[in-house]
């Protein structure tokens, strides 16, 4: 089974584009959540997606924003890039087993570079 | 809010020695527990979890984990550490059924001297 798929793997843009990024993912998982790394904040939860609903969503400013297609391909997008914004990007997708939550299964990341 | 702590930024052992990985979480009901670890540039892999029923918990790699509940810990072990465990673990934590928001801790970096 495939795992969960992360693209681009690396990305450089400049200061004020705007940028999407997507993850595909492991078939039959139909939660996709989202997490910035960086250095100094570590993992931050950004939001989750369910059956193309964001039910949670984290502390970050409104140019983060998500979306979850039918087939639970998810897409986050960040408008007016800032050079803080230069993190890797997790993807993780869980199974819903009964409402319940379950372990989730991480992608590669997608590596941003703000110039 | 629950939060996670993991006392050790960075952790120095000889191949072969023992390894205990410290984490403490901070949440009123019982929580989902896991265990991440991260090589550079890569993703989270899942070492183990913890939902319920026996503390003692076994994860891949060798490694296993307990849950201590009156010292809200769930610290993370492995008896002989190999030199590809070199790498950066994290520990997490989830409200409980039904919620899929992980709270990590800031991490610890394992290095492994040959």
């Known amino acids: 089974k495939a795992g969960v798929t992360q693209t681009p793997r690396y990305l450089i843009k400049t200061r004020g584009q705007q940028v999407t990024l997507s993850c595909s993912p492991i078939?039959?998982?139909?939660?996709v959540s989202w997490y910035q790394q960086t250095p100094g904040q570590g993992l931050q939860f950004l939001f989750e997606?369910?059956?193309?609903?964001?039910?949670n969503k984290g502390n970050f400013p409104g140019r983060f924003s998500g979306r979850q297609f039918s087939n639970s391909r998810s897409e986050m997008n960040v408008s007016t890039l800032e050079l803080g914004d230069s993190a890797l990007y997790l993807c993780?997708?869980?199974?819903?087993?009964?409402?319940?939550?379950?372990?989730?299964?991480f992608g590669q990341g997608t590596r941003l570079t703000v110039v | 809010a629950q939060s996670v702590t993991q006392p050790d930024i960075h952790i120095t052992v000889s191949e072969g020695a023992s390894l205990e990985l410290r984490c403490n979480y901070s949440y009123g009901a019982t929580p989902y527990l896991f265990w991440y670890v991260q090589s550079p540039g890569q993703g989270l892999q899942l070492l183990l979890k913890y939902f319920s029923g026996d503390t003692l918990v076994q994860g891949i790699k060798g490694f296993e984990a307990e849950f201590k509940r009156s010292q809200s810990s769930f610290n993370l072990r492995k008896p002989s550490v190999h030199w590809s465990d070199a790498a950066e673990y994290f520990c997490?934590?989830?409200?409980?059924?039904?919620?899929?928001?992980?709270?990590f801790g800031k991490g610890t970096k394992l290095s492994v001297i040959p």
């Open positions: 993780a997708s869980s199974l819903v087993d009964r409402g319940r939550g379950t372990e989730a299964f």
């Open positions: 078939s039959g998982h139909r939660s």
């Open positions: 997490a934590v989830v409200q409980g059924a039904g919620s899929y928001q992980l709270t």
């Open positions: 997606y369910f059956s193309e609903t964001q039910r």
